[in-house]
């Protein structure tokens, strides 16, 4: 077994540092050979997985000792005098290797790596040997200098000779070969043995292959066409990459569909603007959109700011509430109509001339047509607070009314709906038929649709007074109604809501769902938003009639829900509970409260909102004198 014995160990390869020589001091402790008292080396690479001997030959961990036992076959006193004698690299010298290397590398192209042959040579004493033990072999290899991972890094300098392009070319033929499975495999086991000099030349040669500027060598016209299919904030991000980036990504046509897409018609909101305040000054369609994406950031997230206190009908109930504009209209059961300004916050003038408290009020334009317990409808001009017309007709309490073109549609307690001309306040039509108090009316310009506490729901021709249709379906109150021209949708007590044709006067759709009362409904488009009186709020679809979300749950409304509005993006809804609450249209998900009155435990309430695109206006108060009654005013237009 002389010729059997481990290289000494000023022999063995230097390591070429602390983590490499406490690894190699680990091993040699650990493993020694089983014929008698000769010690061997065990050989890892860096990343303790494979070791590659010549030219991209891997031999991976053996499966029963879990490393490999490489050990020259020459004796130490014949190495050293073959290192005297300046042995060339080409020289062979063998080695045994201590496990069944056969499984390993069998199917293996040797010659090419540098293997000079395999022997199956045991070992003097391997007679004595039990049969579990491993037969050595004998295996061939190129000069210590080509073994990588036995210490150091191929790219170390100690005795490691330039690659050839024979050395290389089989090995990337080899991977070329293997599944992508495999490639990815091998990959990761090459990063592991790279240090970071060579990761970072890796990184060099890698990182340019990224960087390909196909919008500067396409035409201008197809470089438009790619953008125009991403989002406007992914045109924002790519507008920061470089100038010509820059200048595509601020083409104003492009923004101007983008902003099409998302609902924005027109740049008059980038016109009332002061200068110091438009981002994107030279494109008005991309700050259009920036200040649209700004707002919708502030009613999601953003901090809430202090809100305007508009104080006024002193601890009287606010009944009805229209906002518009700069102007705010709020009517009272204590018989005064109020103007504020939104700017302000001030009242601006107070219109006195109803005898009975005013249930319900509509604007439009600089006109406020307004309805009361003492049976007449007053028309005011609301920049000076001159009363132009009071219409007098209806024997109770005028209820409800809608407004379409130059006329106005009132429904009364004494089961009667009457036509009026605005302008000079003349009489067009009674329209009778209900045997029982109008409650709600809808107007469009053509049809007039009244719901009333009979039951029932008609449809009346504005310009002839005709009732075309009596819907029959509800068997109690019918207490709200939405109307778009095509669909007529109703609410009632029976805690039903059903979708009507307005030209047919069949029922398209019965909706079922809430408990009680549906107190407010709002429709737009085929999106129905309702609000009823046992707490919740409903999406629906009212084309095919499917509920698409409830807004409920733990941060969900405690009490009666008084009022509701919507858009494309966001439900705000108010309740008997003191809150508003803000929901995401899409998902049904609540996103915070934006109103929480600290009398809400208490009798605090929210009787009415209003919203805008910038701003909320909110009606509060109480019926037991807990909570002051207040315009509050939330605006959301802010950097």
Same mark, same amino acid.
């Given at each position: 077994m002389d010729d059997l014995l481990t290289l000494p160990k000023r022999e063995r390869r230097p390591c070429r540092s602390l983590s490499e020589r406490r690894s190699t001091r680990t091993l040699r402790s650990r493993k020694r050979s089983h014929t008698g008292d000769e010690e061997s080396l065990s050989i890892f690479s860096r990343n303790g997985s494979r070791w590659t001997v010549a030219d991209g030959v891997t031999i991976p961990r053996s499966r029963a000792g879990g490393c490999l036992e490489l050990v020259p076959t020459m004796s130490a006193r014949s190495l050293r005098a073959l290192k005297r004698k300046k042995a060339q690299p080409e020289d062979p010298v063998?080695?045994?290797?201590?496990?069944?290397?056969?499984s390993i590398v069998e199917g293996s192209d040797c010659s090419k790596a540098g293997l000079i042959g395999i022997e199956d040579r045991p070992s003097s004493d391997s007679a004595d040997e039990s049969p579990s033990r491993k037969r050595p072999f004998t295996l061939s290899l190129g000069p210590p200098s080509v073994l990588r991972g036995a210490g150091g890094s191929p790219n170390s300098g100690v005795g490691t000779p330039p690659l050839s392009p024979t050395m290389v070319v089989p090995w990337t033929q080899t991977f070329c070969a293997w599944s992508e499975q495999q490639k990815k495999f091998a990959l990761n086991e090459l990063l592991g043995t790279l240090n970071s000099k060579e990761i970072r030349y890796l990184h060099g040669m890698i990182e340019p292959q990224f960087k390909r500027d196909f919008l500067t060598h396409l035409p201008s016209e197809m470089s438009l066409k790619i953008l125009s299919y991403l989002s406007p904030l992914d045109l924002m991000r790519c507008s920061e990459v470089c100038s010509h980036w820059k200048g595509l990504c601020n083409d104003q046509l492009l923004w101007r569909k983008k902003c099409l897409e998302h609902g924005?018609?027109?740049?008059?909101?980038?016109?009332k603007r002061r200068k110091a305040a438009i981002p994107f000054r030279s494109n008005p369609w991309k700050a259009a959109y920036c200040i649209k994406y700004r707002i919708e950031f502030n009613w999601r997230t953003a901090e809430l700011r202090p809100r305007k206190v508009l104080k006024g009908h002193d601890d009287h109930v606010i009944t009805c509430l229209q906002y518009s504009g700069n102007r705010i209209i709020s009517g009272s059961d204590d018989n005064t109509l109020k103007v504020w300004s939104v700017t302000s916050g001030k009242c601006l003038r107070t219109l006195h001339g109803h005898t009975g408290g005013v249930w319900c009020s509509q604007f439009i334009n600089n006109t406020v047509i307004s309805g009361s317990t003492d049976r007449t409808l007053k028309i005011w001009n609301s920049e000076t607070g001159i009363c132009l017309h009071t219409l007098v007709g209806h024997t109770s309490t005028v209820r409800c009314l809608a407004v379409a073109d130059t006329r106005v549609v009132s429904g009364s307690r004494d089961a009667s709906l009457r036509v009026w001309q605005i302008q000079t306040g003349e009489l067009l039509h009674v329209l009778m038929g209900h045997v029982a108090a109008v409650r709600c009316v809808q107007f469009d310009g053509q049809y007039v649709v009244s719901g009333s506490y009979d039951c029932?729901?008609?449809?009346?021709?504005?310009d002839s007074g005709e009732c075309l249709h009596v819907l029959q379906g509800h068997n109690n109150r019918v207490y709200?109604?939405?109307?778009?021209?095509?669909?007529i949708v109703s609410g009632s007590l029976d805690t039903s809501i059903r979708v009507w044709d307005v030209v047919s006067g069949s029922c398209l759709h019965t909706l079922w769902g809430h408990q009680s009362l549906t107190s407010g409904m709002e429709l737009s488009g085929d999106i129905l938003v309702s609000g009823n009186a046992d707490s919740t709020v409903k999406v629906w679809n009212i084309v095919t009639g499917q509920c698409l979300h409830t807004f409920h749950g733990q941060k969900g409304h405690q009490s009666a829900v008084t009022s509701l509005q919507f858009n494309e993006k966001f439900a705000v809804t108010s309740s008997d509970d003191g809150t508003v609450k803000l929901w995401d249209m899409k998902t049904g998900e609540f996103i915070r409260d934006l109103v929480?009155?600290?009398? $809400?435990?208490?009798?605090? =309430?929210?009787?009415?909102?209003?919203? $805008?695109?910038?701003?909320? =206006?909110?009606?509060?108060?109480?019926?037991?004198?807990?909570?002051?009654?207040?315009?509050?005013?939330?605006?959301?237009?802010?950097?």
């Open positions: 063998p080695y045994k290797l201590s496990c069944d290397i056969l924005i018609s027109d740049t008059s909101a980038v016109k029932t729901v008609r449809v009346w021709m504005a709200s109604l939405q109307f778009d021209g095509t669909h929480s009155l600290w009398s $809400s435990r208490s009798g605090g =309430v929210v009787w009415r909102v209003c919203c $805008s695109e910038q701003k909320l =206006v909110c009606a509060v108060g109480s019926r037991n004198g807990t909570e002051d009654t207040k315009l509050l005013v939330m605006d959301f237009d802010h950097m």
